[in-house]
């Protein structure tokens, strides 16, 4: 089996401590197909922990303590954080080891991370073997009882009976969401029964090379959780799988728990243009072309599940999701994504025109849609004279709009996930005269201000910044220029919070002993971003001037979420001059929209969701009784149906009968968010013609 030690391998590597402490584990009956590292992993190890205790941001050394983090990261994040496979006395076991990875690491050991890792292979093995042993006999969905769906706060398993219990109601819970999606008793069996299979073999087949990524990532992000090892494999296959993921749907996928979830969707690729399928989605099943069989594909390998998903352009692809609203109920669809390619121009930043009706007066606002920052350096390296680039495209749709005479931009960054940042930085320069716009420090404390030189400004009306949760990186850079410059008004929710620099380092340059194939690549954190004021936009993100309803939060989905995050904190200011008064008028303008918002049904709907969402995280836990859940789901189809009415009626159109076809156009939610951020620059256009800001030019 690969992965296998060679014959000849010594164990007089290890230290004899290392050895006494190993005896009982190595002559105990484990399975015949256990995973053991690779002779050269240890070297790789080592050299991983070199560069990150003496080249990462923090200069973090190795010790019992950063040892503690790791124990946690590999055992409760990798493996189980669910806690549905170790025991109590597992755990237990596994604790000798809390404060011995630093050494591990140094010396290159790995035995004690194979050994916690076929542990919990076997556990694997005992818990699905029960699971399917559940779909012998019929399930009662009339009592009374729940299921916790994500039990990472909860104590780990005492005892097999414990267990028992745990996954009695989980594969309840699998088989009720089958059913109320249609299947029968023998088509829950069987799907069930190979969904429990292919999650056993993905685990069973991890191969050497996968269990030592997976260890070392645990490794790595317990310095800050964009610092990543990447094997040989998936360092040579990043870029070029990427590239075909987009050319399948558009969607950036990650595998948790026995899930594939949507991390993120691509701007301008045919789930994009489609709009079915969003971010924090589940996809269950997968089937070819108009009429092919959905394939259950829960506890697929991520790349198997990618293999499916992608195709030839034109062809259709079949996804059964949970829609992230429905993750508790587990109610799934069927969506339809006809294959694409992803282009750069299908990325680039469009423009539209939005007209409102406000205050008896009818406004026109540019809004400019910005999915990232790009460049296409090839392009312009080669000198080409019409290469993409933000700016560029910025520049020629702002002429567009100021010839249209609009009497107000928007420029949208929702879901920007960041990308160029000389791009923030040139962007930024089209609203403002010229100055810094961002620090970088690097781990010696050095700090470059970047800034903007073109004296020239491109656009000086009334100006608003969309963002929310998932405007990250340069987005942010640019959102917080234009804050601190008070040059227009931020709107939306609090940004992701990713204030870091990353470096690819092959290792292949600094491992001279190890053949090129067995060596992948470092992305190491180097540096971190400050806003002209001193304040880093690490972790807390920029904060709108105008927060709106958040579905979302920072502190779920953001850069505060996540563990090891580097923390905020605050340099020295630099030189700048503000370019306008934002602030001054900022209590009247927040008036006005609290007063329309309030009024908003739009409005009263997005907090509708929001607080039923965030019941349902709170609570962790689902109904485990059929007219229970079928009761929910009524209620939950109701509830939409009387929204569709009641705008219906809004615009003068006949009320829809419970099983009435909801047209296409009306099954969609309105883009509230971007309509009032409209008026908030309708009002910003008011107020300079009263003569009440003065900040533009």
Request: net charge negative; aromatic share 10%.
């Amino acid at each position: 089996m690969k992965g296998q030690f060679k014959k000849n391998f010594n164990l007089a590597i290890y230290p004899i401590a290392i050895l006494l402490l190993f005896l009982p584990l190595l002559f105990a009956s484990r399975n015949a197909e256990e995973v053991r590292p690779e002779a050269y992993h240890s070297i790789v190890e080592s050299k991983i922990a070199y560069f990150l205790s003496r080249y990462h941001y923090n200069h973090q050394s190795l010790s019992d303590s950063l040892s503690s983090i790791i124990f946690d990261q590999y055992i409760s994040e990798t493996w189980d954080p669910n806690r549905y496979y170790f025991y109590a006395s597992d755990i237990k076991t596994f604790e000798k080891f809390r404060n011995q990875f630093d050494d591990f690491l140094r010396d290159g050991q790995l035995g004690p991370v194979f050994y916690m890792f076929n542990v919990f292979k076997e556990r694997v093995q005992e818990r699905l073997t029960f699971a399917k042993q559940q779909l012998e006999a019929p399930f009662d969905f009339t009592t009374l009882e729940v299921y916790h769906y994500k039990r990472d706060d909860k104590p780990w398993p005492l005892n097999r009976a414990e267990l028992d219990e745990i996954w009695r109601k989980k594969v309840k819970y699998d088989a009720l969401n089958l059913r109320l999606a249609g299947k029968d008793d023998a088509g829950i069996r069987e799907t069930l029964t190979k969904r429990y299979e292919r999650l056993e073999r993905s685990i069973l087949e991890l191969d050497s090379e996968e269990v030592f990524e997976l260890f070392m990532n645990s490794f790595t992000e317990s310095f800050d959780p964009h610092t990543n090892y990447y094997s040989p494999i998936n360092s040579e296959n990043f870029r070029i799988r990427m590239s075909l993921s987009l050319e399948g749907i558009g969607a950036q996928l990650n595998r948790e728990d026995e899930y594939t979830n949507v991390v993120a969707i691509i701007p301008g690729g045919p789930a994009d243009k489609g709009g079915l399928l969003h971010a924090k989605d589940k996809i269950i099943g997968v089937g070819q072309g108009e009429d092919g069989e959905v394939e259950d594909v829960i506890g697929w390998k991520i790349n198997d599940v990618v293999q499916k998903i992608r195709g030839k352009k034109g062809t259709t692809v079949r996804l059964q999701i949970i829609p992230k609203e429905s993750i508790a109920t587990g109610k799934s669809k069927i969506i339809s994504i006809v294959r694409d390619k992803v282009k750069l121009e299908d990325r680039a930043a469009q423009a539209d025109t939005l007209h409102v009706q406000h205050d008896g007066k009818r406004y026109v606002m540019g809004v400019i849609d910005i999915p990232l920052f790009y460049d296409d350096f090839a392009a312009h390296s080669r000198g080409e004279s019409d290469y993409k680039s933000t700016t560029r495209d910025v520049k020629k749709l702002v002429e567009e709009l100021n010839e249209k005479k609009v009497d107000g931009i928007i420029i949208d960054l929702r879901n920007n996930g960041g990308g160029s940042l000389p791009e923030a930085i040139s962007l930024t320069g089209l609203f403002i005269e010229h100055g810094p716009v961002v620090q970088v420090r690097d781990g010696g404390g050095d700090v470059d201000v970047e800034s903007d030189d073109d004296k020239a400004v491109y656009y000086d009306g009334p100006l608003a910044v969309l963002v929310n949760g998932f405007s990250a990186s340069a987005s942010e850079i640019f959102a917080a220029a234009i804050q601190d410059y008070e040059r227009g008004i931020i709107v939306g929710n609090q940004t992701f919070g990713k204030g870091t620099v990353q470096n690819l380092i092959p290792l292949k340059r600094f491992v001279p002993r190890v053949d090129e194939s067995n060596l992948g690549q470092l992305k190491l954190t180097i540096a971190k971003f400050y806003r002209i004021t001193g304040e880093s936009t690490q972790h807390k993100g920029v904060i709108p001037d105008i927060l709106f309803p958040e579905r979302y939060g920072i502190h779920e989905f953001g850069e505060a979420s996540q563990k090891n995050a580097l923390p905020w904190d605050k340099i020295g200011k630099t030189l700048f001059e503000k370019q306008g008064n934002i602030q001054k008028y900022l209590p009247k303008l927040s008036l006005r929209y609290k007063v329309r918002s309030a009024k908003n049904p739009e409005f009263k709907y997005l907090r509708e969701d929001i607080a039923e969402a965030n019941k349902l995280r709170h609570d962790k836990m689902v109904s485990l009784n059929e007219k229970e859940r079928r009761d929910e789901r009524d209620m939950q189809e109701a509830k939409k149906l009387k929204r569709i009415n009641e705008r219906r009626k809004l615009k003068g159109l006949s009320p829809l009968a419970k099983d009435d076809e909801i047209p296409e156009d009306e099954d969609e939610e309105k883009d509230v968010l971007l309509e009032e951020t409209a008026r908030i620059v309708a009002d910003m256009d008011m107020l300079s013609k009263e003569g009440l800001t003065g900040y533009f030019k």
